[in-house]
């Protein structure tokens, strides 16, 4: 007969946050029903100090070496117990699984089994649809391991190729570059065709529905044979508004809250990571300009929802390509500063040829990067100056007949803007 019927839930995100709930892996009861005199006793060890019943949802410390025909996925655990797996008999029910609390008088610690007296206990769960086979998930990955947090809740971890993949009762997560998984070296960039079969790879690897995962972090990066060494062009790449710019000995990084734009020599990062390089790379010049999308994607594009589907989406591709191209022309390009004594007819000119000379020998960017360090010291008492310090530095390096535009830029821009003729 059954005793007692008790109904577990997910808290809706409201109820969570008003009890300051932090687990989304915390399955609550919300209503049960006892039928037996007297009340059942067994589930007594997971009621907290406020009444409340609770467990959660954790991988099933057994289920990667449990068979066929006995195969649990996940178990239920709270207060530091394992109150039972959830066994599975037959898959084409797997709505239907069955359980029971451990049968040892001790603990695995040696300490008393508080579950030990209700030992011929059995349960009997009925699980709601939108399951996953893990045991298949778990035999595509290497390097397996599983720990215990401080609130008792189960993780596994393991890795496919240079993915690392998480399973909690949260829900299956993955972290690594798809670049790396898909081509045989990251030397080279995924095309939009190429994320896709990259994508429909891991979901028959991971026996998951890949294609729905929501996406937290996308990089975009194009290669470019320069004419000269990558770093000759940072210092023409000035300051960018709402970014930190920071330099770097090899890169040049632009960073904020949300994005980072990075520039960098493709060549000596492999040489530092002990990379076999192309052979067509030999004795050339390759700059790669990146665009990290790292925070709150769907207010970045303005979507509901990323999933990986939507990386091989030929409207958002072009959307994402966009945005880079963008965030390239956002960045202030700075001048060649030309000395021109044939316009030098007042002293105002005069001081104007000195002060380009100074900018000049200081760097256009150390200059931007004094008057941020200014502002830090409150050097002034109008914030307002610091902006206006900028602004008539940058028009002045920009003078007419004073200032060129560099080489090096227009070789940049002219690369970076022609690529968009190959983002389909």
Excluded at 234 to 253: D, H, I, T, V
């Amino acid at each position: 007969m059954i005793g007692t019927y008790y109904k577990l839930a997910l808290l809706p995100d409201e109820v969570r946050a008003a009890n300051k709930i932090r687990s989304k892996a915390r399955l609550d009861c919300i209503s049960f029903t006892d039928m037996v005199a007297g009340n059942y006793k067994g589930l007594t060890n997971f009621v907290n100090h406020k009444g409340q019943l609770f467990f959660y949802k954790t991988p099933c410390r057994d289920f990667v070496n449990t068979d066929s025909k006995r195969l649990a996925e996940w178990s239920l655990t709270g207060n530091g117990l394992n109150f039972s797996s959830i066994y599975i008999d037959d898959l084409d029910c797997p709505e239907i699984g069955y359980g029971y609390p451990n049968a040892n008088r001790l603990l695995s610690n040696g300490s008393i089994n508080p579950l030990f007296e209700f030992r011929n206990d059995g349960y009997l769960f009925l699980i709601k649809a939108g399951r996953f086979d893990l045991s298949k998930t778990l035999q595509g990955l290497s390097g397996i391991t599983e720990h215990t947090k401080d609130d008792g809740q189960v993780y596994v971890s393991g890795f496919l190729k240079n993915y690392k993949v998480n399973i909690s009762g949260q829900g299956v997560s993955l972290k690594g570059s798809l670049a790396k998984y898909f081509l045989p070296e990251n030397f080279h960039t995924l095309t939009r065709s190429d994320s896709a079969r990259a994508f429909e790879m891991m979901a028959d690897e991971l026996y998951l529905p890949i294609q729905k995962a929501n996406i937290n972090r996308i990089d975009f990066a194009q290669n470019f044979l320069m004419d000269f060494e990558p770093e000759a062009y940072y210092n023409f790449l000035g300051e960018c508004q709402y970014y930190n710019r920071q330099p770097q000995s090899k890169s040049l990084y632009y960073s904020n809250g949300l994005r980072q734009k990075v520039f960098y020599n493709k060549i000596a990062e492999g040489k530092a990571k002990g990379l076999r390089l192309p052979d067509v790379w030999n004795g050339q010049n390759v700059l790669r300009y990146e665009m990290r999308f790292t925070s709150r994607l769907p207010k970045q594009f303005n979507h509901a929802e990323i999933t990986a589907s939507s990386l091989s989406n030929e409207k958002f591709y072009m959307a994402i390509f966009d945005k880079w191209l963008a965030e390239y022309e956002a960045i202030n390009k700075l001048h060649s500063i030309n000395f021109n004594l044939s316009d030098m007819n007042s002293p105002k000119d005069f001081w104007k040829q000195i002060n380009l000379m100074a900018i000049n020998m200081i760097g256009q960017d150390k200059i931007m990067q004094e008057i941020e360090n200014l502002r830090n010291q409150r050097a002034f008492d109008k914030p307002e100056y610091y902006s206006r310090l900028k602004k008539e530095i940058k028009e002045l390096c920009n003078t007419p007949k004073m200032t060129a535009s560099s080489d090096l830029v227009a070789e940049l821009d002219k690369k970076i803007k022609s690529s968009k003729r190959y983002y389909r």
